[in-house]
């Protein structure tokens, strides 16, 4: 069989658009509107760090990490079909690939990005063949006991020499290179909104590649795709390594932001909060990964800043509220009254 789909009028019916913001935009705002969009988003976004505080761009950093890696499940959940609940362990995976070969081998952290990524690519593609077998909520509760796992896994006593044990690994914090005029937090802050940006438009090319119209044919119609000649065995396999690929590296990166690693950090709750986050950011949105993140970090927190015995209650009023208003995602929302404008302009 072949592994590359050729874009036939019938692999477009099966997978008749790509649910991406670009091309969406696409039929409802000029090029010129866009544009201009995104050079004052990225403006914005370079000028940040200079006026908050030291804090506050450390958490603007920390939901950009959180934005890669709901990026990387949205490729497996939103555009191939494959559930999980799981991620966790690939994020845990990266972060201690990165720590470990800070601390124990003297290795400069920008390495450590694309090792913790290949390492996690490769994770993920062994677990998927496996994985082939199963579908739905059954795939979702086999990544579910993969992120039950890690945990106890990463403070097992064989492991203790590598991983700190429960005690974990503190990760040195790096200063900005080439003796930029730049404090640690807004360095890093930098550095995630590259790769973030890098991660993104790679993203945005695969999906509307043939390869990635594959992965929504098998998403949408796995039997019309197998019919068209699709590999799906070979797919869905590289989809999870390539999702795994992009949590590892923003794992890679949470470790040299948070400066410390430990078994407790990447329990289930992670795993179900870039689930939750992929959900309010938009199912087959890649610029909603950015709003999943904010709310992966914010909303906790300003949840229990307004009541610290009820914190759960008020995150789950939030989190039904804002399902309610916006049953897309955030991106959805944002296309919504981007066609509206456009409707009334026309």
């Given amino acids: 069989m072949q592994k590359e789909a050729t874009p036939t009028p019938e692999l477009q019916a099966v997978a008749p658009a790509v649910d991406l913001d670009s091309v969406a935009h696409d039929a409802v705002l000029p090029i010129a509107w866009r544009r201009v969009a995104i050079a004052v988003a990225l403006t914005v976004a370079l000028a940040l760090p200079f006026v908050l505080k030291s804090f506050l761009v450390f958490q603007l950093t920390m939901a950009m990490v959180y934005a890669m890696a709901i990026l990387g499940l949205n490729l497996l959940t939103g555009f191939n079909g494959q559930f999980s609940l799981g991620h966790s362990a690939f994020f845990a995976v990266g972060a201690y690939t990165a720590a470990i070969m800070i601390e124990n ?10 090792a913790a990524g290949l390492i996690c690519f490769a994770f993920g593609f062994l677990f998927g063949f496996p994985a082939l077998r199963l579908e739905g909520v059954y795939l979702a509760l086999a990544t579910f006991a993969l992120a039950i796992a890690m945990p106890p896994l990463l403070k097992a006593t064989p492991l203790e020499p ?18 930029l005029p730049l404090t640690s937090d807004q360095w890093l802050y930098f550095l995630s909104l590259g790769v973030g940006l890098l991660l993104a438009v790679a993203a945005a090319n695969l999906v509307n590649s043939r390869s990635g119209r594959a992965m929504m044919a098998i998403r949408d119609n796995p039997i019309a795709a197998r019919a068209m000649g699709i590999d799906i065995s070979f797919y869905k396999t590289i989809t999870f390594g390539v999702s795994a690929f992009y949590t590892g590296v923003a794992g890679a990166l949470s470790a040299v932001v948070v400066n410390f690693v430990a078994p407790d950090s990447f329990t289930f709750v992670l795993a179900v909060g870039l689930f939750v986050g ?16 904010l709310f992966v970090l914010f909303v906790p927190n300003f949840a229990e800043q307004i009541s610290k015995g009820l914190a759960g209650a008020v995150y789950g009023i939030i989190l039904l509220l804002l399902i309610y208003a916006m049953p897309s995602g955030a991106a959805g929302l944002v296309r919504l009254i981007a066609h509206k404008l456009a409707a009334r302009r026309r």
Avoid: E, H, N
């Fill in 278 to 293: 992929l959900v309010v950011g938009g199912v087959g949105s890649i610029t909603g990964a950015l709003f999943g993140g």
């Fill in 162 to 179: 590598w991983t700190g044990g429960v005690q974990g690994i503190l990760v040195t914090k790096p200063d900005a290179p080439f003796d």
């Fill in 105 to 114: 081998f003297g290795i400069d952290y920008y390495w450590t990005l694309p």
